[in-house]
C-alpha cells in the first residue's frame, strides 16, 4: 500500500507548472516532469523559433503548418504547450486512458487550446500522418535496482512501467511510425536506454538527430 505520507504536492493540489503553465493532474495521470520540458524545446528548434530568450533561431526544419501528434499524452501539457508556443501548429493527442483523456481535454479547454484528442493505443487509431510525433510513453523497467517504488506509487502504473526492461512500448511506436515514414520522432526515456533505443530505431531507419537529457529526437532516412 502506499504511503499516504508520500503523496505527491501536486495530487494534493492538484495542479502542476509545465513550462510556465499551470496544468490539472489526478492520480489518473502522471505528474508532468521538468525534464519533459525539453521536448518543448526540441519541437521550437525544430520549427526555427527561438526557446529562450536571447538564444538565436536555427534555421525552420518543419513546415510553416505541422502536424503534430502526442502520443501517451496524459495530461496534455505536451501537446497544449505546443499549440500555445507554435499557434500554426496542428496538433493531435491520443492516449489509451479515458481517464487520462478526460483530464487532458479540461486542460485544453482551461488553455484555450485547439487539441484534436483521439483514444487509441499507440497508432491504432490514428489516420493521420504527423510531420513530427513525440512520445512521452512508459518506460520504467520495474527491475531496476535504483527506483523507488513507493515515491511512484501514487502514479498510475500503466503510465510508468512497460516491459522488455521498459522499452515495449517505445518500440513498438517507432516500427508504427517507420511504417508511416513519420519524418520526426521525439522520445523520452531514461538515458541508460538511450544506446538500445538509438541503435534499434536505426533498424528502423530512423537516425539520431539530436539527444538533450532524458529526450532523443530521430529522424526518418
Same mark, same amino acid.
Given at each position: 500500500?502506499?504511503?499516504? #505520507? ?30 519533459? =520540458? %525539453? ?21 525552420? #526544419? ?6 503534430? $501528434? ?6 496534455? !501539457?505536451?501537446?497544449?504547450?505546443? *499549440?500555445? #508556443? ?25 488553455? %484555450? ?6 483514444? /487509441?493505443?499507440? $497508432? *491504432? ?5 504527423? =510531420? ?20 511512484? /506509487?501514487? =502514479?498510475?502504473? $500503466? ?13 513498438? $511506436?517507432? @516500427? #508504427?511510425?517507420?511504417?508511416? *515514414?513519420? @519524418? ?7 538515458? !541508460? %536506454? ?7 530505431? =536505426? /533498424? ?11 529526450? %532523443?529526437?530521430? @529522424?526518418?532516412?
Amino acid at each position: 500500500m502506499p504511503s499516504n #505520507e508520500r503523496i505527491p504536492e501536486a495530487y494534493r493540489t492538484g495542479y502542476q507548472d509545465f513550462y510556465g503553465r499551470e496544468f490539472k493532474v489526478t492520480p489518473d495521470v502522471l505528474i508532468p516532469r521538468p525534464e519533459t =520540458e %525539453q521536448i518543448i524545446d526540441q519541437v521550437l528548434i525544430l520549427a526555427g523559433k527561438p526557446y529562450l530568450p536571447g538564444v538565436k533561431p536555427t534555421e525552420r #526544419e518543419l513546415s510553416k503548418n505541422p502536424i503534430i $501528434l502526442d502520443v501517451g499524452t496524459g495530461s496534455g !501539457c505536451i501537446a497544449i504547450t505546443i *499549440k500555445k #508556443e507554435l499557434e500554426n501548429s496542428k496538433v493531435y493527442a491520443s492516449d489509451i486512458s479515458k481517464e487520462a483523456l478526460n483530464i487532458a481535454k479540461e486542460n485544453a479547454k482551461n488553455h %484555450q487550446a485547439d487539441i484534436t484528442f483521439v483514444e /487509441s493505443d499507440l $497508432l *491504432k487509431n490514428i489516420d493521420i500522418t504527423p =510531420e513530427v510525433l513525440i512520445a512521452n510513453l512508459p518506460y520504467v523497467d520495474p527491475g531496476w535496482d535504483w527506483l523507488d517504488k513507493d515515491s511512484l /506509487s501514487h =502514479e498510475p502504473a $500503466l503510465a510508468l512501467y512497460a516491459d522488455d526492461h521498459g522499452l515495449k512500448l517505445i518500440k513498438d $511506436l517507432i @516500427k #508504427e511510425a517507420s511504417s508511416r *515514414k513519420v @519524418k520526426y520522432l521525439i522520445l523520452e526515456s531514461d538515458p !541508460c %536506454q538511450h544506446e538500445e533505443i538509438e541503435a534499434f530505431a =536505426e /533498424s528502423h531507419d530512423y537516425k539520431l538527430y539530436e539527444e538533450r537529457g532524458f529526450i %532523443q529526437t530521430f @529522424k526518418y532516412d
